[in-house]
């Protein structure tokens, strides 16, 4: 088999199983966090420390909101969380998708790396940074040679012009459509959850391993924390009662 036919054959596996597959990395992470100290600061000072803290926050927030503002703009029929199989009903080529053609696999990516500079453990960024290269390389081969075979030339002259990973803003192309919040509500606040739950689990144990808080002391100790992670809740278990149970998040076309 060639090597491009076997990388649309595996990359056609993990696609299907592509939100279930990352969590195999789990027992990559709980080591880390259970090797992690405070080499860091230790080796650097606690200004180090704090600036790898802040950079886990930057990145993973940067990843959350650029999926944020992908789903926002597309319409109906694109960009989804289909496993069963490929589907396309339209192509996306303005907006995001004009500087970049996997905008949300860019923003999965940079999520993931933010969770694992959060650890301060570097061979569990360099992992996962090669795990996830290699994973995703073959789910785009599948998926372009889908939409390759759906839309022929038009996508083909999109991909040459278009970088499929690393952004060229010179390229940048309003969107078609106008940003719809209530899409992003709908479509995304699983995932919006899961990162603000991270964020805060992250910053628990962290403290309470360099001994700066203990686990009596919370909440005076993870005010602000626990005020984001309450407020957080409140509004994911709206978000699903809203999807699941009312037409609110609905939008005509997305």
Not at 51 to 73: H, N
Not at 178 to 205: D, H, I, K
């Amino acid at each position: 088999m060639l090597l491009n036919e076997r990388f649309k054959e595996q990359g056609g596996f993990l696609f299907r199983w592509r939100g279930s597959l990352p969590f195999l990395l789990l027992p990559f992470a709980a080591l880390a966090v259970a090797q992690a100290g405070n080499e860091v600061q230790a080796g650097f000072g606690k200004g180090a420390e704090e600036f790898c803290e802040g950079l886990s926050i930057a990145v993973a927030l940067a990843g959350a909101l650029l999926r944020v503002y992908t789903v926002g703009f597309v319409p109906a029929g694109t960009s989804g969380r289909n496993t069963n199989g490929q589907r396309a009903d339209s192509l996306n080529t303005s907006g995001i998708y004009s500087v970049v053609r996997n905008p949300l696999y860019l923003g999965n990516f940079l999520v993931l790396l933010g969770f694992c500079i959060g650890t301060q453990v570097w061979w569990l960024v360099l992992g996962v940074a090669l795990v996830f290269a290699l994973y995703y390389e073959r789910i785009i081969a599948a998926e372009e040679a889908y939409l390759v075979e759906k839309f022929g030339g038009a996508y083909t002259v999109w991909a040459e012009r278009t970088p499929a990973f690393f952004p060229n803003f010179t390229l940048w192309r309003a969107p078609d459509l106008p940003f719809s919040l209530r899409t992003v509500l709908r479509r995304e606040y699983n995932g919006l959850y899961l990162v603000l739950v991270v964020l805060c689990a992250m910053e628990v144990v962290h403290d309470v391993r360099a001994g700066e808080a203990t686990w009596q002391s919370w909440p005076a100790d993870w005010s602000y924390y626990g005020v984001a992670f309450a407020g957080g809740t409140v509004a994911y278990l709206i978000a699903r009662v809203l999807k699941r149970h009312t037409r609110v998040l609905r939008v005509s076309g997305r």
